[in-house]
């Protein structure tokens, strides 16, 4: 299993949750979050926005989903024909065990 953590724009979270449900990728955790990449935020006029407004979406997928749920969030959530700077980022890490609270046992 692997982690899929993708921080992206608040206003394309529609977008991509709606392009996943289709796919049939339900199961997602969100988080409001704020942050800033590289670019060390954002200046417009004089006003310097350090940390910017990010949606975090969690998902926990199957190995052989990861390529499709990746280039599904892609997609859905870049803004214009080329992107632009703070579309977001996509992280993807191992998952080595799952449990289910309510019935206390190990995932397979």
Do not use: H
Not at 67 to 86: L, Y
């Amino acid at each position: 299993m692997l982690a899929i953590t993708a921080v992206i724009r608040p206003e394309k979270v529609m977008d991509v949750q709606d392009a996943l449900y289709s796919r049939g990728y339900c199961a997602m955790t969100k988080l409001n979050v704020s942050g800033r990449g590289k670019e060390r935020g954002i200046k417009v006029g004089e006003v310097l926005y350090q940390e910017m407004t990010k949606v975090m979406l969690y998902m926990v997928v199957e190995d052989d989903e990861k390529d499709e749920v990746v280039s599904i969030i892609m997609q859905a959530s870049m803004t214009g024909e080329r992107g632009n700077p703070g579309d977001g980022k996509i992280f993807v890490s191992p998952v080595y065990e799952s449990y289910t609270i309510s019935t206390q046992s190990l995932d397979e």
